[in-house]
Structures are given as structure tokens and as C-alpha cells.
């Protein structure tokens, strides 16, 4: 079955990066369109990023923009965010989502086909 398995979340201070990964299994990875979601305490679920099948486009939440950036590797099944600069309202649950859709990379998490159970990132002020 597909399983999507993220990693590298962990406490951090202001300004501090960390790098989020997620390992995907029983899927063709290159097939997906993949992207990050969060969810806060008591927040719905949002976009972060996204990145389409071939790594050529990418999208990005305006909160994050200038600050994270996605990747994609299909030669190992993985796909990276690299967070730079992190603030106290980074805080959250990341989740990673694959999307089978061949248009380029979407934002609305509801038309994701896979997640991941997430990672938790805490940044302290």
C-alpha cells in the first residue's frame, strides 16, 4: 500500500532551519504532484508548498514564501522542505500529500490522493 513517511521535524529557535523529509512507498513517485501541509493547535489544516511531477514548478503559501523551499528527488522516492528563518507561527504538524493530478502543483489539500502522518515542528520565540 502507499505510504508516505515524513521526517526531521524536532524543537527549534527563531530563526533556526530544520529540513523536512518524506519517503514515499508503493506509489510511482513520479507520477505525483507532492506537497506540504500544516496543521496548529486549534488551526485548520493549510497549504505550505507544493512541487509537480518533474520538480520544474513550485508553489508556495504567501507566509511562507522567500523562506521554504520544496524538492523533489524521484530517483529516491523523496521530497524535502527546507525551512530557513523559522518563527514561532511555523509551529505546527507537517504533513506531506502526493496528488496524482498531471496539472502543475495545487494548493487545496482536499484534492491530494495520500498523506503522511506527520512531523511536528515547534519553534520557541
Known amino acids: 500500500q502507499v505510504q508516505l513517511v515524513e521526517s526531521g521535524g524536532g524543537l527549534v529557535q527563531a530563526g533556526d532551519s530544520l529540513r523536512l523529509s518524506c519517503a514515499a512507498s508503493?506509489?510511482?513517485?513520479?507520477?505525483?504532484?507532492m506537497g506540504w501541509f500544516r496543521q496548529a493547535p486549534g488551526k485548520e489544516r493549510e497549504f505550505v508548498a507544493a512541487?509537480?511531477?518533474?520538480?520544474?514548478?513550485?508553489r508556495y503559501a504567501d507566509s511562507v514564501k522567500g523562506r521554504f523551499t520544496i524538492s523533489r528527488d524521484n530517483a529516491k522516492n523523496t521530497v524535502h522542505l527546507q525551512m530557513n528563518s523559522l518563527k514561532s507561527e511555523d509551529t505546527a504538524v507537517y504533513y506531506c500529500?502526493?496528488?496524482?493530478?498531471?496539472?502543475?502543483?495545487?494548493?487545496?489539500?482536499?484534492?491530494?490522493?495520500?498523506w503522511g502522518q506527520g512531523t511536528q515542528v515547534t519553534v520557541s520565540s
Open positions: 500529500a502526493a496528488d496524482r493530478n498531471i496539472q502543475g502543483p495545487r494548493a487545496v489539500g482536499s484534492l491530494y490522493d495520500y
Open positions: 508503493g506509489l510511482t513517485f513520479s507520477n505525483y504532484a
Open positions: 512541487i509537480n511531477r518533474s520538480g520544474g514548478s513550485t
